[in-house]
């Protein structure tokens, strides 16, 4: 559900009219606006907010590994509306224990690395992605390194 505080933004608005269970809280911080999306409608919020409000340019993905809180990961989208100089972030939350989410490929092409990094790194599988594999580390790689559980000295298990 939107925070009453956030109806003032047009864009927070509209998503909301576009699946108001999509939203699950937000807020306006360092002029910049940031709303939580289930993650379960990611990719459908995303292609709302690249077709119909014009944020036609998706800056980055990454994530936040929040361990040992639950849900896990955080999964962090930077989006650019060019025509109005507006920027959007998107944060969706998701499981440790089966970190998956539906990839954006489908809406920006340029999502196709940064997905392949976030999985590199932190190990979330995107669903519906062209090409997931490593992107940084070697294939016989095990692990991903930026897990704040990952073993920084002595041999690797």
Not at 6 to 31: Q, R
Request: proline fraction near 6%; include cysteine; charged fraction near 30%.
């Amino acid at each position: 559900m939107l925070p009453d505080n956030l109806k003032e933004y047009p864009v927070a608005a509209a998503v909301e009219a576009f699946d108001a269970d999509a939203v699950t809280g937000g807020k306006f911080e360092f002029s910049e606006l940031t709303l939580e999306i289930l993650a379960s409608k990611i990719s459908s919020v995303c292609g709302f907010l690249k077709y119909d409000q014009k944020f036609i340019r998706l800056s980055t993905v990454t994530a936040v590994d929040r361990f040992p809180a639950e849900p896990r990961f955080e999964l962090v989208y930077h989006l650019h509306s060019i025509d109005r100089n507006e920027r959007l972030r998107l944060k969706a939350r998701i499981s440790g224990a089966d970190p998956v989410i539906e990839s954006v490929t489908g809406v920006w092409r340029s999502a196709n690395w940064y997905e392949r990094e976030v999985f590199d790194l932190f190990g979330v599988r995107f669903t519906n992605h062209p090409d997931l594999r490593r992107i940084l580390m070697p294939d016989d790689w095990e692990g991903h390194p930026l897990r704040k559980d990952y073993p920084i000295t002595g041999t690797r298990v």
